[in-house]
């Protein structure tokens, strides 16, 4: 889900949703992983109420929530985030020089207890939340802004 704009960060130096949009267009599978602006449809601003309304109008479905560690590092600042956690099971990737002090923040501190290791990502859909698990992947330091700024203007999305 590509966010139209996350109220905890800066307009400035923001790709356009679009472009953002195209570029996760362009990595996803369009069948496992599927790009959209629905949150943009939604109307919804605050990840609380575009959850709810996901989990309403698709009642069958066992959503996990994906994120970087740099989100879990963040997550109290966020409205509603230990709703969220009661909510959805979420995964969080590793994102260099977050890491660390997201697995010592708060937000993993307060969910200790319902975390679950790395392996049990597999099931983590069928998971009573609150539910996390903190993925191994590979990692690249750059930042979404970086990559777009290093693109020849050729093969950047308008």
């Not at 990595?27 to 992983?33: K, L, Q, W, Y």
């Not at 307060?110 to 290791?117: N, S």
Request: some cysteine; hydrophobic content about 50%.
């Amino acid at each position: 889900m590509v966010s139209p704009g996350n109220p905890l960060k800066p307009v400035r130096g923001m790709a356009k949703l679009a472009q953002r949009l195209a570029s996760a267009r362009a990595v996803a599978d369009g069948r496992r992983v599927v790009a959209t602006d629905i949150e943009a449809r939604l109307g919804t601003r605050f990840t609380i109420d575009t959850l709810r309304l996901l989990q309403r109008r698709f009642s069958r479905v066992a959503f996990v929530w994906i994120a970087g560690a740099d989100i879990l590092q963040q997550l109290p600042h966020w409205r509603s985030w230990r709703q969220i956690a009661r909510q959805v099971p979420f995964a969080i990737l590793p994102r260099p020089g977050y890491n660390r002090a997201a697995l010592a923040g708060c937000a993993a501190a307060v969910l200790r207890g319902a975390r679950w290791p790395a392996r049990a990502a597999t099931v983590l859909a069928g998971c009573t939340p609150p539910a996390w698990v903190f993925l191994t992947a590979p990692q690249h330091a750059a930042s979404a802004s970086a990559i777009r700024a290093a693109l020849p203007s050729a093969h950047r999305v308008t």
